[in-house]
């Protein structure tokens, strides 16, 4: 059997389809070359542990230096510095037996274990002292260690750094995790690593335990042209093509996070195909596999998913969802925390879903509870009943969640801790039971704007639809002229403004009407509610 489209761990180019994972990190090699000290952050499954252990491999060929990877992965639990110390020592001499020219090294002779605050810095001055090359050595998942045992952790390695002079130490050494660790910002300062390291965490305070790192580095996400080059390694060796719009899409969807391509293209050839290579991958095969994605909630998504619990990324999500113009300074932790996770993104406008995928997932999670609500109400109209001329009846449709609305407003508004965000989750609940099976909807999180844009297609039809939450009397004339620009956007003659109105003392009857105004040729409906 030949390579295949790994989702599952570190690529092994034996075994997967892999594009050089140091592409996608420059600036690590001059750092090594340099001796200096270094952080790689990345979100979840983007190739970190594949870097490393590429890297390590790469540097123990050369021969000038001894490299040695190390996961602290597995001591997430153990919350003391006496028992974590001790544990990381035991990881590093496991590691360190499995490296040529480390492997019979007696560098713990004379190392006491028990001397916490200081034994890791004794047992790296010993093996630095005594290894017959310089040592790299890299620390994958650093970021998961508890408070105590972390604060001791990066204490003894700062200390051993800037003791190299008059002691041997690590030659480099690279700190790899999710999340970049920082200081607050009053103690900022170029490679300062941390502030928070989980939610119920407080500052580290006003002294950076390790501030000798010198550069932190990221692994990008794939361009198009890599994502090519990754499915044409397939090809290559089956003869299956992956079509230039497929290819193109799988982009588009993804933003090129790397577990999201392959995972496409795994769902694409290994289940929708059955490994009928002759068959080409085609744009509608890539649509379908991410719908299985989605609805199946593989590990990738689900571990996102339970962040969407977590105070400090609602506090951040929620507004991106309703459009709101909350500004997030780029020094907040909760801001830093959440593109960390990688479930947002920085662009021009502001934040915005990581991908199309995650946005679509995100929409979909915390609208669940609403759909369940309405699926309990037994709300049985078929979907053949807001068909019309093979696209859909947005009067019939919209109207009868205008209803649906008025009676089940309040009681919805339980459905999720993001109340703010309950209309949203609501209406596109409504909508996804009806398009489910006959279409799509796509969002656009439009930070900054207040509003949310969506386009549903069924059929051969598009339907643009905005929804805003009513702010001050000026909230029609924006949504009016952001709906014109929408529509010209998507090339439509017809568009839809739901506009929400969450005052108490506003009688439903206010609330709730239908009205048309025009823009040129261009027909716009507005949706009280």
């Given at each position: 059997m030949g390579r295949f489209f790994n989702i599952a761990g570190p690529c092994i180019p034996t075994l997967h389809y892999m594009l050089p994972p140091e592409d996608r990190c420059r600036g690590m090699d001059a750092l090594i070359e340099?001796?200096?000290?270094?952080?790689?952050?990345?979100?979840?499954?983007?190739?970190?542990?594949?870097?490393?252990?590429?890297?390590?491999?790469?540097?123990?060929?050369?021969?000038?230096?001894?490299?040695?990877?190390?996961?602290?992965?597995?001591?997430?639990?153990?919350?003391?510095?006496?028992?974590?110390?001790?544990?990381?020592?035991?990881?590093?001499?496991?590691?360190?037996?499995?490296?040529?020219?480390?492997?019979?090294?007696?560098?713990?002779?004379?190392?006491d274990l028990t001397r916490t605050t200081n034994a890791l810095n004794a047992a790296l001055r010993r093996l630095a002292a005594l290894a017959p090359k310089p040592v790299v050595l890299f620390f994958d998942e650093a970021d998961c260690l508890a408070e105590e045992p972390l604060l001791s952790f990066l204490a003894q390695l700062r200390d051993g750094y800037v003791n190299r002079s008059r002691a041997p130490f690590i030659h480099t050494l690279g700190l790899v995790g999710m999340r970049n660790i920082r200081l607050p910002a009053r103690c900022a300062q170029a490679g300062d690593y941390k502030v928070k390291v989980r939610e119920d965490s407080q500052t580290l305070g006003g002294v950076s335990p390790f501030n000798v790192v010198t550069e932190a580095l990221t692994l990008r996400n794939f361009t198009e042209a890599e994502i090519a080059e990754l499915?044409?390694?397939?090809?290559?060796?089956?003869?299956?093509?992956?079509?230039?719009?497929?290819?193109?899409?799988?982009?588009?969807?993804?933003?090129?996070?790397p577990w999201l391509v392959n995972a496409i293209a795994r769902e694409c050839v290994e289940k929708l195909l059955g490994r009928a290579f002759t068959q080409p991958v085609t744009t509608a095969l890539v649509d379908q596999a991410?719908?299985?994605?989605?609805?199946?909630?593989?590990?990738?998504?689900?571990?996102?998913?339970?962040?969407?619990?977590?105070?400090?990324?609602?506090?951040?999500?929620?507004?991106?969802?309703?459009?709101?113009?909350?500004?997030?300074?780029?020094?907040?932790?909760?801001?830093?925390?959440?593109?960390?996770?990688?479930?947002?993104?920085?662009?021009p406008a502001g934040l915005r879903a990581a991908n199309p995928i995650y946005g679509e997932v995100l929409v979909r999670t915390l609208s669940w509870q609403a759909q369940l609500r309405m699926d309990d109400m037994r709300l049985n109209t078929p979907r053949s009943a807001y068909e019309r001329g093979g696209g859909l009846d947005l009067r019939r449709l919209l109207g009868d969640f205008q209803q649906f609305w008025r009676e089940n407003?309040?009681?919805?508004?339980?459905?999720?801790?993001?109340?703010?965000?309950?209309?949203?989750?609501?209406?596109?609940?409504?909508?996804?039971?009806?398009?489910?099976?006959?279409?799509?909807?796509?969002?656009?999180?439009?930070?900054?704007?207040?509003?949310?844009?969506?386009?549903?297609?069924?059929?051969?039809?598009?339907?643009?639809?905005?929804?805003?939450?009513?702010?001050?009397?000026?909230?029609?004339?924006?949504?009016?002229?952001?709906?014109?620009?929408?529509?010209?956007?998507?090339?439509?003659?017809?568009?839809?403004?739901?506009?929400?109105?969450?005052?108490?003392?506003?009688?439903?009857?206010?609330?709730?009407?239908?009205?048309?105004?025009?823009?040129?040729?261009?027909?716009?409906?507005?949706?009280?509610?």
């Amino acid at each position: 059997m030949g390579r295949f489209f790994n989702i599952a761990g570190p690529c092994i180019p034996t075994l997967h389809y892999m594009l050089p994972p140091e592409d996608r990190c420059r600036g690590m090699d001059a750092l090594i070359e340099q001796g200096l000290y270094f952080v790689i952050h990345a979100a979840r499954q983007s190739g970190k542990t594949t870097l490393l252990q590429s890297a390590v491999h790469a540097l123990n060929k050369e021969g000038r230096r001894l490299a040695v990877y190390c996961s602290l992965e597995t001591l997430r639990t153990v919350k003391e510095q006496k028992e974590a110390i001790p544990a990381i020592i035991g990881k590093l001499e496991e590691e360190a037996r499995l490296t040529p020219g480390l492997e019979s090294l007696a560098w713990l002779d004379g190392v006491d274990l028990t001397r916490t605050t200081n034994a890791l810095n004794a047992a790296l001055r010993r093996l630095a002292a005594l290894a017959p090359k310089p040592v790299v050595l890299f620390f994958d998942e650093a970021d998961c260690l508890a408070e105590e045992p972390l604060l001791s952790f990066l204490a003894q390695l700062r200390d051993g750094y800037v003791n190299r002079s008059r002691a041997p130490f690590i030659h480099t050494l690279g700190l790899v995790g999710m999340r970049n660790i920082r200081l607050p910002a009053r103690c900022a300062q170029a490679g300062d690593y941390k502030v928070k390291v989980r939610e119920d965490s407080q500052t580290l305070g006003g002294v950076s335990p390790f501030n000798v790192v010198t550069e932190a580095l990221t692994l990008r996400n794939f361009t198009e042209a890599e994502i090519a080059e990754l499915y044409g390694q397939h090809t290559a060796e089956t003869g299956q093509v992956f079509e230039p719009l497929a290819v193109a899409r799988v982009g588009e969807q993804t933003g090129g996070q790397p577990w999201l391509v392959n995972a496409i293209a795994r769902e694409c050839v290994e289940k929708l195909l059955g490994r009928a290579f002759t068959q080409p991958v085609t744009t509608a095969l890539v649509d379908q596999a991410i719908e299985n994605i989605i609805l199946r909630r593989d590990t990738h998504i689900d571990s996102l998913l339970e962040r969407l619990k977590e105070s400090r990324v609602r506090r951040v999500i929620e507004p991106v969802l309703v459009g709101d113009i909350r500004a997030f300074s780029p020094a907040d932790d909760d801001y830093r925390y959440v593109v960390d996770l990688g479930l947002l993104t920085e662009g021009p406008a502001g934040l915005r879903a990581a991908n199309p995928i995650y946005g679509e997932v995100l929409v979909r999670t915390l609208s669940w509870q609403a759909q369940l609500r309405m699926d309990d109400m037994r709300l049985n109209t078929p979907r053949s009943a807001y068909e019309r001329g093979g696209g859909l009846d947005l009067r019939r449709l919209l109207g009868d969640f205008q209803q649906f609305w008025r009676e089940n407003a309040e009681m919805m508004g339980d459905s999720t801790e993001y109340v703010e965000a309950v209309p949203h989750l609501v209406l596109q609940a409504f909508l996804q039971r009806v398009v489910n099976g006959g279409g799509r909807i796509h969002r656009e999180f439009a930070l900054g704007r207040q509003r949310m844009d969506l386009l549903i297609e069924y059929s051969a039809e598009r339907y643009p639809v905005e929804i805003k939450l009513w702010r001050s009397e000026k909230t029609l004339a924006e949504g009016l002229a952001q709906l014109v620009e929408y529509v010209e956007r998507v090339g439509r003659l017809e568009g839809w403004l739901v506009i929400f109105d969450r005052r108490p003392e506003r009688p439903w009857d206010k609330r709730i009407y239908w009205r048309e105004e025009t823009r040129g040729n261009r027909t716009l409906h507005v949706v009280g509610c």
